[in-house]
């Protein structure tokens, strides 16, 4: 996991990101499943060179829209 650090109104806020394969190892999928949900608007990432970078914010958002109610 990859740290940011911001300064925001005076307080230190640090924003997380995971690489594409640190997601896949977390949800115990084939990273080129977590690459095609990058490459089809699923999921938000930042690319870098030719790696890609989710911000933990962005994953906690699409794991909400997976969630599914009874």
Do not use: P
Request: with cysteine.
């Amino acid at each position: 996991m990859y740290n940011n650090v911001n300064q925001c109104k005076g307080r230190l806020m640090e924003e997380k990101y995971y690489t594409s394969q640190e997601i896949a190892t977390i949800l115990k999928v084939n990273y080129m499943t977590v690459y095609r949900w990058i490459r089809a608007g699923k999921l938000e990432a930042y690319q870098v060179q030719k790696q890609y970078r989710i911000k933990e914010s962005d994953f906690k958002k699409f794991m909400a829209s997976k969630k599914r109610t009874k």
